[in-house]
C-alpha cells in the first residue's frame, strides 16, 4: 500500500513546497509520514466536519487547500476550532495534508482549474516569478554526454514551459592533471592531458539543484566532477501569481457576470461598472486584490477574484471590470486537481472521495 510519504512525492512533484508564499504553512500538517495510506478525503478546509466524514467513510488521510494550522499554535487544549479539529485527527490517526499557495502558484493549479471552468484560452501565468532558476553548466566526454543529459532530465533539468529535455552543447578542450592518488577516468596520475569535451548547459528550477547534482554525479564518468550553477534573475513563467487568458468571443459585461454565475454557480457577483465588451480575462482564486493593477497592465477587459473591500473596487479605475465571486467561491474546483493527480499516479490502490462537507462559513439572503 502507498504511505503518505507516497502522497507526498505525488503532491509535491506537481507543487513544490519551494513555490508557496514565504507566509504559508503547506506540506503534512500532522500524521505519520509512513503511515499506509487506506483512504483519502478532499477538501478545500480542514474542519471538525471533515476529519468526521473522512472517519465514516474509512479515510485515514484528508487532503486540503488551505492548511488548518496557518499560525503556530502556543497550546493545544482544543480552545478553538482548529485546536479540535487537530486533537480529533491526532486521535484517529487521520493525517493532515495542505497545498495551498504552492498550488495556486503553479501553472497547472487553482487559476488554471478556474480558467478552464470559465472557457479561457490562450492562458499564461499573469504574475511571473524572478528568482527561481538557475543555469547548470557541466563538462562531458562526447560519448557520455547523452547519459549526463538523461540523468539531468530525469532530475526536473532541461523543461521550459512545454517544452522538454531542452539543452544547449558547445564543444571544446579540456586540460588536466591527475594527482597521486587519483583514479582518472582518461589518461594517468601525473600526466597533462588535452581531451575533447563538450560544454553542456541546461536550466534548473532552483529548487531542485541537490536533486540535480547527485544524478550528475552519477551520470558523469569523471572521478571529480567540474560544474557552474549559475543562479537566474529570469521570470519563471511556469510559477507566479493569477492567470490570465480570453474568452472565444467578446461577451457584453452582464453577459460576462452571466457566465460567471452559471460556470462557477454562484447566486452573486459584486462588480464595479464597466461599459465595454469582455475579452481577456485575469483572474485569481482566492484573495486576489494584489493582482488587479497586473490585470490592468496585461490588457484584461475583467480580473476575477474573491475577498476584494470597498476601497479595492476604486483600484479598477474604469479600465476593466472588477468581479468577486467569493473566496470559496473561486477555489471550489480545487479538489478536482487533488483528485486527478492521485487517481494518476495512485489508480483504485485506495478510496478516494471529494468532501460533501460544506465548509464555506458565507451564506447568502435574497
Not at 471533515?50 to 474509512?58: F, W
Not at 582518461?186 to 597533462?192: D, L, M, N
Amino acid at each position: 500500500m502507498p504511505t503518505v510519504q507516497d502522497l507526498m512525492r505525488v503532491l509535491e512533484r506537481a507543487a513544490p513546497l519551494a513555490y508557496q508564499e514565504s507566509y504559508d504553512n503547506a506540506g503534512l500538517q500532522c500524521g505519520d509520514p509512513q503511515m499506509e495510506v487506506r483512504g483519502v478525503l478532499i477538501a478545500l478546509d480542514c474542519t471538525p466536519a471533515v476529519v468526521d466524514e473522512a472517519l465514516r467513510r474509512g479515510c485515514n488521510v484528508v487532503v486540503a487547500h488551505h492548511p488548518l494550522i496557518f499560525k503556530p499554535l502556543k497550546r493545544l487544549t482544543g480552545a478553538n476550532e482548529v485546536e479540535q479539529t487537530l486533537l480529533k485527527a491526532i486521535r484517529h490517526d487521520v493525517a493532515l495534508y495542505a497545498a495551498h499557495t504552492n498550488l495556486d502558484n503553479v501553472r497547472h493549479g487553482v487559476n488554471r482549474k478556474l480558467a478552464e471552468k470559465l472557457g479561457l484560452t490562450n492562458l499564461r501565468i499573469l504574475d511571473p516569478k524572478p528568482g527561481l532558476l538557475a543555469k547548470l553548466i557541466t563538462y562531458v566526454p562526447p560519448a557520455h554526454t547523452e547519459a549526463v543529459l538523461q540523468a539531468l532530465y530525469q532530475a526536473g533539468a532541461g523543461q521550459v514551459g512545454d517544452y522538454s529535455e531542452c539543452s544547449f552543447r558547445t564543444e571544446g578542450t579540456g586540460t588536466f592533471t591527475p594527482g597521486a592518488g587519483t583514479d582518472p577516468f582518461i589518461g594517468r596520475r601525473g600526466e597533462a592531458e588535452v581531451v575533447r569535451e563538450e560544454r553542456v548547459e541546461v536550466l534548473l528550477p532552483l529548487h531542485l539543484q541537490q536533486t540535480a547534482l547527485r544524478a550528475l554525479r552519477q551520470a558523469h564518468p569523471y572521478e571529480e566532477v567540474a560544474y557552474e550553477i549559475v543562479k537566474l534573475e529570469n521570470t519563471n513563467q511556469d510559477v507566479g501569481s493569477g492567470m490570465v487568458g480570453d474568452l472565444p468571443e467578446p461577451l457584453s459585461p452582464p453577459e460576462f457576470r452571466q457566465r460567471l454565475k452559471q460556470a462557477l454557480g454562484v447566486p452573486v457577483v459584486k462588480h464595479t461598472e464597466f461599459g465595454q465588451p469582455i475579452q481577456r480575462v485575469a483572474l485569481c482564486g482566492g484573495a486576489g486584490s494584489f493582482l488587479i493593477g497586473k490585470a490592468r497592465a496585461a490588457g484584461a477587459d475583467a480580473y476575477v477574484t474573491g475577498d476584494l473591500k470597498y476601497h479595492e473596487y476604486f483600484a479598477a479605475e474604469g479600465r476593466l471590470l472588477l468581479c468577486d465571486v467569493g473566496h470559496f467561491e473561486s477555489e471550489q474546483f480545487t479538489g478536482e486537481i487533488f483528485r486527478d493527480l492521485l487517481m494518476g499516479n495512485f489508480g483504485s490502490t485506495f478510496a478516494l472521495f471529494i468532501a460533501e462537507t460544506l465548509t464555506n462559513p458565507v451564506r447568502y439572503d435574497f
